[in-house]
Structure formats: structure tokens, C-alpha cells
């Protein structure tokens, strides 16, 4: 039982570290990350905070993933509803400054990159599945057989078109998170010694039988 909830602090802890590296690249101000952008168009377009925005996007690629048979687990859940949260507590703190100079706001970048590769490292040793996005792009690799940096990279690509389409800011820092923030979770892994691959989710219906009451 230690273990579980080992494993479930592990889970919440990555999913805040997540949420404060994204709003710490937002406050870069030298351009959203991909995904960023398309939520942040989404939030001008409907008046709505970009943490619910990001829930409302995540429940949506929830039911794409079930319906193309990925496996789904509480952490998939998890990361859907309270990464947005998260991020609409952490910006409602006011805590973090809106950057107005080029250089510092690469290095707020940066720092955002490497919080959000050590939220996923947690998240992801926490073994109870991965997020709607990436099981999308996993799912999208076992449909077309494309390799998985290029399914990602799609995606991506996707995203940051329909945000700026949208209205959502796209600049210098857009370009350096598509190439910058896959190496900065690669170099976190591999300074903790840790492989994502070699992780064995459980799943919702694993984690139901688990903790359900045995008669």
C-alpha cells in the first residue's frame, strides 16, 4: 500500500512540475510552445482560461484514443483535468513575471523545458498511463507505422498551424520548443537513468481491480 501511494505522489508531483513548466514558457514571452499556442487560441476564441481550454482539449483526445483501443489508465485521466487546473492556480498566484527581454525569456524557456522533462519523468515512473496527447501520437504510430518523432512532430505541427490560426502567439520560442524541449526531456532521462520504454503502465481496469474491496 506504501508503495501505491509511493507511486500516486509520484503521479501528482510530476503533474504540478508539468503545469509550472508550461506557465513559466508561457511567461518567456517569445512564443507559446505548440501546444501552448493552440490552447491559447482556443482561450481567445471562446473567452475561456487556457487551463480549461487545455481540460476540454485533453477530454477530447481521451475519447479519440479509446475509440482507435489505446489502453487508458488513471494517470491519463489524471493528466486531462488536473494539468489544467494546475495551470490556472499557478497563473492565478501571479507568481511567475511576464518576461520583456529576448535573452532572459530563452533562458525562462529553458528552465520551463527542464521542469516540465522532470514533471514527466515523475508522471511517467508513476506507471499509470500517459497523457491524451501522447497516446495519441502513440496511437498514431501503431495505425500508420510512421516513425514515432515524426507522428509527434505531425501533431505538433497541427497544433501550432490551428492556434495561430486561432490567434495564439507564435514566435522564436515556438521554433526552439519543437527543437529544444524533446532534448531537454532526453538529457533529464538520461541523467536520472531512466528509460520511459521499459515502463509497464497499469491501466484503469488494473487499477479498479486493485483497489477494489476483495469479498
Not at 84 to 93: Q, Y
Not at 200 to 206: D, I, V
Request: net charge positive; hydrophobic share 55%; with cysteine.
Amino acid at each position: 500500500m506504501k508503495a501505491y501511494l509511493l507511486r500516486l505522489l509520484s503521479l501528482f508531483a510530476g503533474l504540478f512540475l508539468f503545469a509550472w513548466g508550461i506557465v513559466i514558457t508561457i511567461q518567456a514571452n517569445i512564443g507559446y510552445a505548440p501546444w501552448e499556442v493552440f490552447h491559447a487560441g482556443l482561450a481567445l476564441q471562446t473567452s475561456m482560461s487556457i487551463g480549461t481550454v487545455s481540460i476540454l482539449v485533453g477530454l477530447f483526445f481521451l475519447f479519440v484514443v479509446i475509440w482507435l483501443r489505446e489502453k487508458i489508465g488513471i494517470g491519463t485521466i489524471a493528466n486531462m483535468i488536473l494539468i489544467g487546473l494546475f495551470v490556472d492556480l499557478i497563473i492565478s498566484w501571479d507568481l511567475i513575471p511576464l518576461n520583456h527581454s529576448f535573452f532572459s525569456g530563452v533562458v525562462m524557456l529553458f528552465v520551463g523545458f527542464f521542469i516540465i522533462a522532470l514533471g514527466s519523468y515523475h508522471y511517467i515512473k508513476s506507471a499509470f498511463g500517459s497523457g491524451p496527447r501522447d497516446s495519441l501520437m502513440v496511437a498514431l504510430n501503431r495505425k500508420t507505422k510512421l516513425p514515432i518523432g515524426f507522428c509527434r512532430l505531425a501533431i505538433e505541427l497541427t497544433a501550432t498551424i490551428m492556434g495561430w490560426l486561432l490567434g495564439g502567439q507564435i514566435g522564436l520560442g515556438t521554433l526552439i520548443a519543437v527543437i529544444a524541449s524533446g532534448f531537454c526531456v532526453q538529457l533529464v532521462f538520461s541523467c536520472l537513468r531512466f528509460d520511459a520504454a521499459a515502463v509497464k503502465h497499469e491501466t484503469l481496469g488494473e487499477t479498479v481491480r486493485r483497489v477494489k474491496p476483495k469479498k
